[in-house]
């Protein structure tokens, strides 16, 4: 009965938790999307103005993202509790590589976007941007 009641908060724990990286992820999207929308329609200037404003978009999506996927791995992590079968334990491990993947492209992106959109913002107050 008390491993019956276990399993079960487990099992809710690990949908709730979840449910909550998809809420990040939808709301990651949301946001990039108004923000390009808005961007678009507002946008009167040069276009390398528009190019770093879209990589900050990309970038506070790319942070939504891995956050995203770091909660989802702490679900999976927690369903494993409950279903410690090697087969699952092999796929949380695959869960992890890709994950792992994903977070060190994700973040040499964001890092590249960063530097560009600091050297554009350099080139700009000398008088060298358009």
């Known amino acids: 009965m008390l491993e019956d009641l276990t399993v079960r908060i487990v099992t809710m724990l690990f949908y709730l938790i979840s449910l909550l990286g998809v809420a990040v992820v939808v709301w990651g999207v949301a946001e990039a999307v108004i923000r390009f929308l808005t961007l678009l329609t507002g946008h009167r200037g040069a276009h390398a103005k528009l190019v770093r404003k879209t990589a900050r978009i990309r970038e506070r999506l790319g942070a939504h993202l891995l956050l995203a996927l770091d909660i989802f791995i702490g679900a999976d ?3 494993s509790v409950i279903a410690p079968a090697w087969e699952h334990i092999a796929m949380l491990g695959a869960v992890v590589l890709i994950r792992v993947v994903l977070s060190y492209f994700l973040e040499r992106e964001m ?7 600091q050297s554009g913002r350099l080139s700009d107050h000398n008088g060298e941007g358009e």
């Open 111 to 117: 890092e590249r976007t960063h530097q560009s959109a």
């Open 77 to 79: 992590i927690i369903k």
